[in-house]
């Protein structure tokens, strides 16, 4: 079974600049989520959806980063413009549907996330 | 609000030595417990999980127990090798209407031959 898929890998750009982020969930999950790790840091959601609503976006600094899921399949993150302090890895992880108050039960797989350096 | 505190590293152990890696969280409600790892140049693995508390997660010879009175998920094996040099994060999940992980800052561990 295919892992989930990102692209870039790598990514430097200015600050100011604009980046984009793809991610490819694993066939069949329906919970797609977008994590930024600081280094030094744990992972902190920034956006999850379910099929192609967002069920959670609180954490997504909304004036700069904006998510789209379209056709609840793939998903792209954006930022624009871009600081210094967004200089951090993005991981995408999916999970099969979501079932409100078992948290335990759905598996999150991590794809191999975008190291962003922003100069 | 909930969170999870984990021991600062790097944890540096000889190979077959005992480790231990400390968690403790903070949470709302009954949350469930992870451990993930990450090794080098890799995404992230869930290694084990506790959906309860005195609930046992086991994996690879990995260990951790769900303790409710003292909220900790401490991270045991009896015998590291050097493949299981990584990092190690604590996380928990509190359900809801979203099941989104609260990670800690993670712990390096290094396993020297």
């Known amino acids: 079974e295919a892992g989930v898929a990102q692209s870039p890998r790598y990514k430097i750009i200015e600050k100011r600049q604009s980046v984009a982020f793809w991610c490819n969930p694993i066939?069949?999950?329906?919970?797609l989520y977008w994590y930024q790790q600081i280094l030094g840091q744990g992972p902190k959601l920034l956006i999850q959806?379910?099929?192609?609503?967002?069920?959670?976006d609180s954490q997504l600094p909304k004036d700069r980063f904006s998510a789209e899921r379209l056709k609840g399949v793939d998903s792209t993150l954006k930022i624009q413009p871009a600081k210094l302090e967004d200089s951090a890895v993005y991981l995408c992880?999916?999970?099969?549907?979501?079932?409100?108050?078992?948290?335990?039960?759905?598996?999150?797989?991590f794809g191999p996330g975008t190291r962003l350096t922003v100069l | 609000g909930n969170s999870v505190t984990q021991m600062e590293g790097p944890v540096t152990l000889s190979e077959e030595a005992f480790l231990t890696i400390n968690c403790t969280y903070t949470?709302?409600?009954?949350?469930?417990l992870f451990w993930y790892v990450q090794y080098p140049g890799e995404g992230l693995q869930l290694l084990l999980k506790a959906t309860k508390a005195d609930d046992k997660g086991s994996n690879k010879g990995f260990e951790a127990t769900y303790r409710k009175e003292t909220t900790s998920f401490h991270l045991e094996k009896g015998s590291v090798q050097v493949s299981d040099s990584a990092v190690y994060f604590c996380a928990l999940s509190v359900g809801g209407a979203t099941n989104k992980l609260i990670f800690g800052t993670g712990t390096l561990l290094a396993v020297q031959p």
């Open positions: 066939s069949g999950h329906a919970t």
């Open positions: 959806f379910q099929n192609n609503g967002v069920v959670d």
């Open positions: 949470a709302t409600g009954y949350p469930s």
């Open positions: 992880a999916s999970s099969l549907v979501l079932r409100k108050g078992l948290a335990g039960l759905n598996e999150q797989f």
